[in-house]
């Protein structure tokens, strides 16, 4: 069971690649913010808020029995249910699914890298949180505020068209 959780907190073990893994963690929560792109914005809050929740106190015990606490690197099953999130329920022309159109489902994945990489308030705040709860929630904020910037950029470029 330990593997498991392991297995699960890494990305599948994509958290053991040296370099940037982060962002190829989140390259899984693209696919799955790709795949939710296919649902209802109410089922894609149903698998993003019951992911996170299951993310917590796998991300805590991961984080404690074998990286030393704290938001280790190879800890990234936190950017993987929160990358969704930065596209929940966002529309492309045409009423397509902005997760199911690459450019956008690529700028969301750049925007959101940044907010997690840079960790500015509010992100730094919820990172400060106490143990799986702080691990999940700072992906979850640099989401929320992707979400925002994607949300205002999709309304002006229905506007100015």
């Given at each position: 069971?330990?593997?498991?959780?392991?297995?699960?907190?890494?990305?599948?073990?994509?958290?053991?690649?040296?370099?940037?893994?982060?962002?190829?963690?989140?390259?899984?929560?693209?696919?799955?913010?790709?795949?939710?792109?296919?649902?209802?914005?109410?089922?894609?809050?149903?698998?993003?808020?019951?992911?996170?929740?299951?993310?917590?106190?796998?991300?805590?015990?991961?984080?404690?029995?074998y990286?030393?606490?704290?938001?280790?690197?190879?800890?990234v099953?936190?950017?993987?249910?929160?990358?969704?999130?930065?596209?929940?329920?966002?529309?492309?022309?045409?009423?397509?699914?902005?997760?199911?159109?690459?450019?956008?489902?690529?700028?969301?994945?750049?925007?959101?890298?940044?907010?997690?990489?840079?960790?500015?308030?509010?992100?730094?705040?919820?990172?400060?949180?106490?143990?799986?709860?702080?691990?999940?929630?700072?992906?979850?904020?640099?989401?929320?505020?992707?979400?925002?910037?994607?949300?205002?950029?999709?309304?002006?470029?229905?506007?100015?068209?």
């Amino acid at each position: 069971m330990e593997t498991l959780n392991l297995w699960l907190a890494t990305g599948l073990g994509v958290g053991f690649i040296p370099v940037a893994p982060g962002t190829f963690g989140s390259l899984w929560g693209a696919a799955l913010a790709w795949w939710l792109g296919g649902k209802t914005p109410a089922r894609q809050a149903t698998v993003i808020v019951g992911l996170a929740v299951l993310a917590v106190p796998l991300c805590h015990w991961a984080s404690v029995a074998y990286f030393s606490g704290g938001d280790a690197g190879s800890i990234v099953l936190d950017e993987i249910v929160a990358f969704p999130l930065a596209l929940l329920g966002l529309l492309a022309r045409r009423g397509v699914p902005a997760a199911r159109r690459w450019p956008w489902l690529a700028l969301a994945f750049a925007i959101f890298r940044a907010f997690d990489a840079l960790k500015l308030p509010p992100v730094s705040w919820a990172e400060a949180l106490p143990g799986g709860l702080g691990i999940v929630a700072d992906d979850l904020v640099a989401a929320a505020l992707t979400w925002a910037c994607m949300a205002a950029l999709l309304r002006a470029r229905r506007r100015y068209r």
